[in-house]
């Protein structure tokens, strides 16, 4: 988790995808609609991808979906979490203070 944790700080809004997950297109057509600067890790395209998707099971939940999307090296969560903060409004203060947006 510790290699996790140092991806998700160096980035505004670190997202770890799948690839062929809908949701994950979903939340990074979102976040690309904002302008945000999201770096993602396609896990079942990078080499070390399927130790990271383990570790990230262990510590969000066994069984947890994708995406896993941290904010300012926050874990916010996945797809409900992130949709919820949209839904509410307090997803673009919450971009714009990770510095993720430049207005």
């Known amino acids: 988790m510790e290699r996790v944790f140092q991806l998700a700080a160096e980035r505004p809004v670190v997202m770890f995808s799948k690839s062929s997950c809908c949701m994950c297109h979903t939340i990074k057509t979102l976040f690309s609609d904002f302008g945000a600067n999201t770096t993602v890790y396609e896990l079942d395209e990078i080499?070390?991808?399927?130790?990271?998707?383990?570790?990230?099971?262990?510590?969000?939940?066994?069984?947890?979906?994708?995406?896993?999307?941290?904010?300012?090296?926050?874990?916010?969560?996945?797809?409900?979490?992130?949709?919820?903060?949209?839904?509410?409004?307090?997803?673009?203060a919450m971009l714009k203070r990770a510095g993720a947006l430049w207005l």
């Open 47 to 92: 080499s070390g991808g399927r130790e990271i998707e383990q570790a990230l099971a262990r510590h969000v939940g066994a069984g947890s979906d994708f995406p896993v999307v941290f904010i300012g090296g926050k874990l916010v969560g996945g797809a409900n979490e992130i949709m919820t903060l949209h839904l509410n409004g307090s997803l673009s």
